[in-house]
Structures are given as C-alpha cells and as structure tokens.
C-alpha cells in the first residue's frame, strides 16, 4: 500500500513516515497542498493523509480536487482542526475519515485498516492465487491453512504482485511502490533478497511449483502454481 503524507510540520511528518514505513507501507511527503495535489495526481497511491492547514493551497481544496481526480483514493484528514463544523466541511469535501491531532500512532494505524475493510469498491476483500490467501487490511497471509511469518516489506510485495497477478512487475515498480518515491534509486539486489525470502517462506522447492516466476530482464509475476494462471 502506496500512501501520501501531505503535511508542512517537517518533523512530525518525518516521524509520521518512518512509523507507517515501519508498518510496511510506502510513503512519500509533501510539504505543502500545491505539492500534494501534484504527487496526487500523477502516482498511483491508496491513501493520502491530509493536514487541512497547508500553505500554497488549503487543505480542504486538495480534498476536494483529488476527489475530483480520483474518486477511488482513499483520503483520510489529520488536522488540529477539531471543531464539528470543520469536520462536516471535510467529510463533505470527500474525506473518507478524520482524525484530530493529537493523536496515538495506534489509532491512526487502525482506522487505515478500517478505511481499507470499508474499501470494497475497487478492492477485493481477500486475495487468492491457489492456496494463498493474503488479507491486506489485517496484513496477514497463509498458505493453506499455514500462516506465512513474513515481514512488512515482504507483506507488501506479495501483496502489490497478489494485486497485479498474471503481470510481469519490474523491480523498479516494486521499489517504487513498496519503498517509496524516495527510495528510487535503491538497488534492485535488495529487491532479489525479499524474494528469495518469500520464495522460501512459501516453500517453494523448485520452478515447478513456484508462485513467484522470475522474468529474466523483465521482472517477476505471481502465479498458480497449480495451473500456471493468474
């Protein structure tokens, strides 16, 4: 899950970003609402984390513009904005939830996977290829009836390819999505790594049976390795 932090407080949305990096979640910033509204409407991502005072452009305009643009994002306010009018105006706007500063990490945390269990109108509730089962707003995973230890980052990836299944991703969208606009430049040997490392943790014993095909000079895709299909 690929998410925006549009917020000009530098340091709390540094801190912000490393906790939902530590979550396993992609992040990029922005530091004002022209900035926002810009990453917003070029790359594809699933949450954007808005703060309503932002120089440039209000924050209320940037809802109100993506929502336009893209009606599928999920936007979720995180303001010191706590009056009840100001909460009906950005619920208006096309917030699909706000939060008031300040705030727990924990509660933000979870109302990003309640927004994602709500989400049922582009995304499947459950993922299936063969006998995985990935659950992305409890971010878990199983193989049959075993539960799959994976870390964040590896959630993640099996996640993104779960979501593109059939298609070759190239390494270079895997770290864009899974790291984030900041880590383009991130070596794709680190890529190989958390692939390795989720080949096994599937147990995967050879290309027979392999969920993750590798694509020599393209990139990777998930497959059945039942049927060898989507």
Known sequence: MRILIIEDEVDFANALSRGLKNQGYAVD??????????????????????DLSLPLMDGLEVCRL???????????????RDQISDRVIGLDMGADDYLVKPFHFEELTARIRALLRRDLRVREPILHVGDLQIDPAERIAWKG?????LT??????????????????????LIEH?????????????????IYSIRRKLGNKSDSTRYIETIIGQGYRLIDPETNLA
């Open 29 to 50: 910033v922005a530091k004002d609402g022209e900035e926002g509204w810009e990453l917003g409407t070029v790359n594809p991502y699933d949450l954007v984390i808005l």
């Open 66 to 80: 993506l929502r336009r643009q893209r009606p599928d994002l999920l936007i979720l306010i995180l303001t010191a």
């Open 145 to 149: 009836k075993r539960r799959l230890d």
């Open 152 to 173: 964040a980052k590896e959630f993640s990836i099996l996640e993104y390819l779960a979501r593109h299944k059939g298609e070759i991703i190239t390494s270079e969208q």
């Open 178 to 194: 899974i790291w984030g606009e900041d880590e383009i430049d991130l070596f794709s040997g680190s890529v190989r790594v958390h």
